[in-house]
């Protein structure tokens, strides 16, 4: 192996070699089932499930493992500032040409070869025209895109994604609109053929920026708030207790990211009410948005806080530093828990503040007035408020339990769980679409589920408590909660789904729904397993 | 002259009972990683007051034998006890009364010099706010200045302070000195003769440096592949291995008892 091209390529074979073995596998089966046991023109619908579950799917989650691999997604961070180019091979005596070329030109031929393999083996004749090149072409363009925009260092932490989405999202609608107004393959590949070389102009200047260091730092904009602080008496009494000491640790480190998001992606939503012109539901699906933002941020933030070792970027253990923190592992959690729950509030306070502003200035505040009071006339003031109320507390509890929920995966440490859990988590948001197309389309299907509503829920139930019991066992006998930790946390769930059921009940006070429905609902509702999982997560990382 | 035979004997009773008293005990400890064995059925232990010096080549297995003592590795078949308790069951009262110093200095970089000082007493209920103060004076490290912005010596001293300024009953060293200077590790040597100082306090100190370890130490425990070669008082040591009216060096005895045996394995 005497050349940089080969060894670089070498190492994307070496390193996937059991996921490229896979691809190549289905492509064969696809093939088989092509040549060998389909009849020769035989129509398969573009639309069926069939196609969903046989193209659709694997075909989607290969992309998505093709701009994993060849952006260097596996061992990067992505919500990390600095870029995600393996720092390692900045010191290699090669040009930023070769740097960038190489990684970029294995990806893009890699999709390219993955869509006329598709198209050729797995895309059978459906009756309908699927062009050639423009869909191999914009694959190659999202993957180098890809590419540029996480090996691009940012002043942020998590800013990455959001350029990353936006920008990605930009190029689909194009592509979409394109479509949509019937672009013939000329047009396309004028659109898309500047793309790849564009990528890669980016991303030389990402990674030439990133390997002599040159990472920007935004933070500048809390250090400034640091200095307004500084003129402020500095704290100097002690903390009053180590469980507070740690819960402003993990403000310090974590806390602020996602009102600091929340706030810099509100900016722009709010500021479309201005283009809103009194349409009505324009206003609301901006008012929906801004609603979302903070459960949608926190989920993205939330892997940052369940990282035990955010600052580097494929450590999974816990650093000495924390870990010979004279805490026991609940307690660590319990200021994680903690912190999240001043994150929640902050970057709710910023939405609760910033929105009524944005609907007064733009004039826009009468249209969401005048369906309050439609709500309020149709279901009485106490509901309507109730009502009101009850969402916005089920998005803020939301947005806590984002944050939360992936603390029991990413705790553990273990590489193997961690990207298996992501790797399921994307098969099922694969999977979902077909399975809820498939529902929706078959009226026998939703009769079933209707009927078996109480019997799966029922199930879940059980599964969740088992879990529980299980893991508190597990947290008894290793005396990572004691006794009354456990009995008092116990009781606070009980009281929270007490109270959860009480609401439903009073909302939903129809005949039609059971209320042992409500009660179960309001179980699954209440975070209980997950948590509790979280310490015994912590403890296996920590002491391993 | 009689009075102070009588003293004398005191101090040597006075020592006898202290000494004699285990700090750390470690118990046929085995530990691997894959096909390796960082640890094999070691036994060992660390009597109070006493200096040890814990030697051996890069990936010998003494930084996995020091992560089992502070319980950030569980014992997979023997036993470790740190002040009589399991540090991985008990890591509160454990990890409370031990002052660490660890090989990667991964103190939070965002954090200013006095807001570490300030967070880090949180946790120790013996924080002596004078000592750290002077130490911190003694270490010339600005208050306001961020961690990520001192330099390597200045992190080394940073956490040295964060390590010492609770008057821990054990300090442990991993490397403390590699890769720094010497001013530097004046001032870690330093830190240990006045740990040895407070009486009954015991300092456990893990180099490859071994002038170093041969200035301060009054206990050295050589380990390689694993296993403990040799654990003894270091006057004794010298004394065995005289040859011809000649005291060697600790350098000298460790090329002697561990020379080509020390086969690396790779600490985690």
Redesign the interface.
């Known amino acids: 192996m005497r050349s940089p091209a080969l060894a670089i390529g070498w190492e994307f074979r070496r390193r996937h070699r059991w996921g490229l073995i896979a691809v190549a596998g289905y492509l064969f089966v696809v093939a088989t089932i092509r040549f060998l046991i389909l009849e020769p023109g035989e129509p398969v619908l573009v639309d069926s499930i069939r196609f969903a579950a046989v193209v659709s799917v694997p075909l989607t989650t290969t992309f998505v493992y093709l701009l994993a691999v060849f952006s260097f997604g596996f061992a990067g961070d992505l919500a990390a500032r600095h870029s995600m180019y393996p720092a390692r091979m900045f010191t290699l005596p090669v040009t930023n040409a070769a740097l960038v070329g190489w990684p970029m030109l294995y990806g893009t031929a890699a999709m390219a070869i993955l869509w006329l393999a598709a198209r050729l083996f797995a895309v059978w004749p459906s009756g309908i025209e699927i062009p050639l090149i423009w869909p191999a072409l914009l694959a190659a363009a999202l993957l180098a895109w890809t590419q540029a925009l996480t090996w691009m260092p940012y002043g942020l932490p998590g800013i990455r994604l959001i350029v990353a989405v936006l920008c990605l999202a930009a190029l689909d609608t194009v592509v979409l609109l394109a479509i949509h107004f019937k672009a013939r393959e000329p047009m396309m590949l004028a659109i898309l053929a500047p793309q790849v070389p564009l990528a890669y102009l980016v991303a030389r200047f990402a990674v030439a920026r990133a390997r002599r260091g040159d990472v920007p730092d935004w933070r500048g904009l809390s250090a400034r708030s640091g200095e307004i602080a500084d003129l402020l008496p500095?704290?100097?009494d002690?903390?009053s207790?180590?469980g507070?000491?740690q819960v402003?640790?993990e403000w310090?480190?974590h806390g602020r990211s996602l009102p600091a998001l929340v706030g810099l992606v509100l900016l722009f939503e709010l500021a479309l009410l201005w283009l809103a012109n009194d349409a009505t539901a324009f206003v609301f699906e901006i008012l929906f948005l801004a609603l979302i933002t903070p459960p949608f941020m926190a989920a993205f933030t939330g892997w940052t806080v369940s990282k035990p070792n955010p600052?580097v970027s494929d450590s999974y253990g816990?650093?000495?530093?924390i870990?010979?923190?004279?805490?026991?592992?609940a307690e660590l959690i319990v200021a994680k828990l903690k912190m999240a729950i001043w994150s929640t509030l902050a970057a709710w306070l910023l939405v609760f503040v910033t929105t009524p502003l944005a609907l007064a200035w733009s004039g826009t505040w009468s249209v969401l007035m005048e369906r309050a009071q439609r709500l309020n006339d149709a279901i009485g003031t106490t509901r309507a408020v109730a009502f009101v109320l009850l969402i916005l507390v089920g998005f803020i509890v939301s947005t806590w339990k984002q944050l939360v929920q992936s603390l029991h995966i990413g705790l553990t440490g273990r590489e193997w769980l961690i990207k298996g859990s992501v790797l399921l988590t994307l098969t099922f948001l694969i999977l979902l679409g077909p399975i809820v197309e498939w529902i929706i389309d078959s009226p026998g299907v939703q009769r079933a589920l209707w009927n078996a509503l109480p019997l799966i829920l029922a199930g879940l139930v059980g599964l969740k408590m088992s879990a529980a019991a299980w893991i508190a066992t597990r947290l008894d006998r290793?005396?990572l909660l004691g006794d009354r930790a456990l009995v008092v946390g116990a009781a606070c769930w009980c009281a929270a789904v007490l109270a959860l059921y009480g609401v439903l009940v009073w909302f939903f006070s129809t005949p039609f729904v059971a209320r042992y429905l409500l009660a179960l609902i309001a179980i699954l509702a209440v975070p209980l397993a997950r948590l509790l999982a979280a310490p015994l997560a912590l403890a296996w990382n920590?002491?391993? | 002259m009689e009075s102070h035979n009588n003293a004398t004997s005191l101090c040597a009773i006075t020592r006898w009972f202290t000494v004699s008293e285990s700090v750390v005990t470690v118990s046929e400890l085995t530990r691997r990683f894959g096909a390796t064995t960082a640890l094999a059925s070691v036994s060992w232990s660390m009597p109070r007051g006493a200096v040890y010096g814990l030697v051996g080549a890069n990936g010998a297995g003494k930084t996995t034998l020091i992560k089992h003592i502070?319980?950030?590795?569980?014992a997979e078949s023997g036993s470790v006890r740190v002040f009589g308790l399991d540090p991985?069951?008990?890591?509160?009262a454990?990890?409370?009364r031990?002052g660490?110093l660890?090989e990667?200095n991964?103190?939070?970089?965002?954090?200013r010099v006095?807001e570490l000082i300030?967070?880090t007493?949180?946790?120790?209920p013996k924080w002596d706010d004078a000592y750290a103060d002077e130490l911190r004076r003694a270490f010339a490290l600005d208050p306001a200045a961020k961690v990520k912005e001192l330099s390597r010596g200045q992190k080394a001293r940073a956490g040295l302070l964060i390590a010492l300024a609770h008057r821990p009953e054990l300090l442990v060293l991993d490397e403390p000195s590699s890769g720094l200077d010497p001013i530097v590790r004046r001032d870690i040597l330093g830190a240990v003769i006045r740990t040895i100082a407070d009486e009954g306090r015991t300092v456990l100190f893990s180099s490859h440096l071994l002038d170093e370890v041969e200035e301060v130490a009054d206990h050295v425990t050589m380990i390689a592949s694993g296993r403990i070669v040799l654990s003894a008082p270091l006057a004794d040591l010298k004394e065995s291995h005289r040859a011809g009216g000649c005291v060697p060096s600790l350098n000298e005895i460790f090329v002697a008892r561990v020379g080509a045996a020390a086969s690396p394995a790779p600490d985690?």
């Open positions: 500095r704290p100097r002690h903390f207790s180590p507070r000491a402003w640790f310090r480190r600052n816990v650093p000495p530093f870990a010979t923190r004279p805490l026991t592992s290793h005396r920590r002491h391993r | 502070l319980g950030l590795l569980r991985v069951a008990d890591p509160v454990v990890l409370s031990i660490y660890s990667e991964d103190l939070p970089g965002w954090m006095d300030r967070y007493s949180a946790f120790y985690p």
